[in-house]
């Protein structure tokens, strides 16, 4: 398949809510349990590295984004990353491309850490930052729960700036 990765446009927004619908259905991609409005979401990623994946007829696959992890001036370039592929395109290389431009981004925007907070039972979001140079640099033990009461995991992994 096609795709390109784009700059994500606030038109966007209407996928790129879907897409992050259908992974809180998974149960295992986020503890959120409904999708927030554009402002709400737009007033906690960092504007500049907000990528869409496109195909040639305009339609969005996936979406990546950074968070802010801490207002302290000493964490600026430290950011969490968000990566959502739409069910129908997962498996076939658009989160690894999406992944590897977030960080050439994050790069030129002046941020030396990435870091992910992921549910332990998504083996396969664990083995994509792998795959993108992460690693895993602890496990955070029973730190939320599902609205089904059920306590999960979260793996903490980071991914350090060849800049540093």
Known sequence: MDYKIDKMK?????????????GINTKKATFQTQVPTFEEWDSGHVESCRLVARSEQGNVLGWVSLSKTSS??????????????????????????????????????????????????????????????????GIREKIAKMDNKTWHDVVFMERRSNLV
């Open 72 to 137: 302290r001036c000493v964490y600026m370039g430290v950011a969490e990353v968000s990566v959502y592929i739409g069910e129908k395109f997962r498996g076939i290389g658009v989160g690894k491309a999406l992944l590897k431009t977030v960080i050439e981004e994050s790069e030129k925007n002046g941020f030396w850490t990435l870091q992910s907070g992921i549910i332990s039972e998504n083996e396969a979001s664990i083995e994509l930052h792998k795959k993108c140079g992460f690693r895993i640099v």
């Open 10 to 22: 606030n038109a966007d927004w209407e996928q790129v809510s879907k897409i992050y619908l259908e």
